[in-house]
């Protein structure tokens, strides 16, 4: 009864609440955790940059197999989170409990893919870029540990899209806190050796960051078995149905290769990067580092936002669907004009935070003022994407995404590099241009489809969900 109560007020909040308050309430818990863990990316390249550039580029260097293990995590999630939100527009529990369950297994069976593999590739992925024997070392120290103990970082992402779909934004917005101040706290106490700790270097931030993750998991799991939410878990009797699983990945999987199409990229851009210098791949490390506070507040928009698009798209509330989206739009918008001004007036300020070489600050300072003008245009795309996912229209956010990231970018950067250095830079706003063209059609195409329609005919009050 008390599950029952819960959904009823989700379903009362997020299809009937003025739009603006419920964005703001929805997004500002998860935007501002994902503050937090922007602040945690920068403060662990901080630490590790106090170590060497050596160090520096070791993390940077294994970052495209993390962005590839966030790239399967959150991308589950997304699907799972989805798919709930949808059923609970339609009222049909027993389906949207089904996906909860299904989502904790899958996080599960991904880790230990993971697990396996990062342990027999790590060495060999960072010796594609370096020859260096310390920068080898540390790389591959780094990314057996962030793979290998990686269960918490599944588990805890596929529990936080499951309660965000749900209306429930604080519980989620907690767990992501745990994990980032528990690894600002350890990352320098475990980098340098402080209060008796041995000083473990790189692999001491791979340690903090794994810590962090396992604490994260550890309070979503206690949140989800012990709290009451309009879903909730049943592992007794469970078994898997093909069509649940094929309905998490319809939106799954176009995301896990929308964000892991950033590890293909980061390798691209890392290869054209180290053919002039291994500053030039550090100024992209670090770029992506800073741009993190830009981006990581309109991603917890987005994560407010879609669960209340999948709502009302699967009440067919069509008005409240285009209102969510006009509004998202706007925020992001502010969000990102900010970033670009701040990248623009004080570029060296930003880059000095990670103890910068002359060097560094002479290609860092043009790359971020360059690259900073597209910010603006990926709001109005990020926002449109997510209407794509909470749709169910995946494929769409996908091929936006490949223009942004690989498609454009990369052929851009590569032929921008026969230029020189400061060129490669205007790759990004050149692809985000013509990303937004894609995304704006698909947007028209998705409107004149489905969108204009939506309130013309009523969600029946049962739905056959097949078990297959």
Not at 443 to 467: A, D, K, P
Request: aromatic share 10%; charged share 10%; hydrophobic share 55%.
């Amino acid at each position: 009864m008390s599950t029952e109560k819960e959904t009823a007020a989700a379903q009362n909040r997020m299809g009937t609440a003025k739009m603006l308050p419920l964005i703001l309430t929805m997004a500002l818990p998860a935007m501002f955790s994902m503050l937090i863990q922007a602040l945690y990316n920068i403060v662990d390249s901080y630490f590790v940059a106090q170590l060497s550039q050596n160090a520096l580029t070791a993390v940077s260097l294994a970052f495209p197999i993390q962005n590839l293990l966030v790239a399967f995590g959150v991308g589950t999630g997304v699907g799972v989170g989805s798919l709930i939100s949808r059923r609970l527009g339609e009222r049909d529990q027993r389906a949207a409990n089904n996906a909860a369950t299904h989502g904790v297994i899958l996080a599960i069976i991904t880790w230990v893919i993971f697990a396996i593999a990062g342990a027999a590739t790590a060495r060999p992925f960072v010796s594609l870029y370096t020859k260096d024997a310390e920068v080898l070392e540390m790389g591959e120290t780094y990314l057996i540990i962030v793979t290998v103990v990686s269960f918490g970082f599944f588990v805890s992402s596929c529990v936080e899209k499951m309660l965000q779909a749900t209306g429930s934004m604080i519980v989620p917005m907690i767990i992501q806190l745990v994990g980032a101040v528990t690894n600002i706290i350890l990352d320098p106490i475990m980098i340098y050796g402080l209060i008796g700790f041995p000083k473990l270097g790189v692999a001491g931030a791979a340690i903090a960051t794994v810590i962090g993750q396992i604490l994260s998991m550890v309070v979503g799991l206690l949140f989800l078995f012990l709290g009451k939410h309009a879903v909730s878990i049943g592992l007794k009797g469970f078994r898997f149905h093909g069509k649940t699983i094929r309905d998490i990945y319809i939106v799954g999987v176009p995301s896990i290769v929308m964000n892991a199409i950033g590890t293909v990229m980061t390798m691209a851009m890392n290869g054209i990067l180290a053919a002039f210098s291994a500053a030039a791949v550090n100024v992209f490390g670090v770029y992506f580092k800073l741009q993190s506070f830009v981006f990581m507040p309109v991603f917890g928009l987005t994560q407010g936002l879609m669960p209340i698009m999948g709502y009302n798209y699967g009440a067919r509330n069509k008005s409240r669907v285009t209102s969510a989206l006009r509004m998202g739009i706007i925020i992001a918008l502010i969000i990102n004009v900010l970033g670009t001004i701040c990248f623009e007036l004080f570029p060296s300020a930003l880059i000095g935070i990670f103890n910068a070489t002359d060097e560094l600050l002479r290609i860092g300072d043009p790359a971020l003022r360059i690259i900073a003008v597209h910010f603006p245009i990926a709001a109005v795309g990020i926002t449109m994407s997510t209407l794509f996912q909470a749709t169910g229209k995946g494929v769409y956010s996908l091929i936006q995404s490949l223009m942004r990231q690989l498609v454009v970018l990369v052929p851009a950067a590569w032929l921008l590099a026969k230029i020189n250095l400061d060129a490669v830079w205007f790759s990004f706003p050149i692809a985000e241009v013509a990303s937004l063209i894609v995304t704006i059609v698909f947007f028209i195409r998705l409107y004149n489809q489905e969108i204009r329609h939506l309130g013309e005919r009523q969600v029946g009050s049962e739905r056959l969900e097949s078990m297959v």
